[in-house]
């Protein structure tokens, strides 16, 4: 599967934006998906994911501002930013595990193992 990230760029504290991930190839109907983030030099983290199911999870840091969602129509993942704060700035990824997992472990152990993921799109937010 390959994968595609648009969107992201700069934004004020409080503010929104917007992801989107354009996937092609194998994905199909068990196919997980999600977002990650990572700061140079620090640890990738997950963000938010989509189960094979729909189901969605989220990192605590995140919940309650961003939305994750998938268009299978489209072939697209978004992801809606809001309330935007300064340590969102990081280098966010498309993911895409070519089988069903729990949210739990994609948001965790799957950020480190995924199958394919986009060339990443940056994110920064300005206080």
């Known amino acids: 599967v390959q994968l595609v990230e648009s969107g992201g760029g700069s934004a004020q504290t409080g503010g929104p934006l917007s992801l989107s991930c354009r996937y092609s190839?194998?994905?199909?109907?068990?196919?997980?998906m999600g977002w990650f983030r990572q700061v140079p030099g620090k640890v990738r983290v997950g963000v938010a994911v989509?189960?094979?199911?729909?189901?969605?999870h989220y990192t605590d840091f995140v919940k309650g501002r961003f939305t994750i969602s998938q268009d299978t129509a489209k072939n697209t993942l978004d992801l809606q930013m809001d309330s935007l704060k300064p340590e969102d700035t990081a280098m966010y990824y498309c993911?895409?595990?070519?089988?069903?997992?729990?949210?739990?472990?994609?948001?965790?152990?799957?950020?480190?193992?995924?199958?394919?993921r986009g060339q990443g799109t940056m994110v920064t937010v300005s206080s």
């Open positions: 190839g194998h994905a199909g109907y068990r196919t997980s």
């Open positions: 989509i189960e094979c199911n729909g189901n969605t």
């Open positions: 993911a895409a595990w070519l089988d069903c997992y729990s949210g739990s472990w994609l948001i965790n152990e799957g950020t480190h193992n995924h199958d394919a």
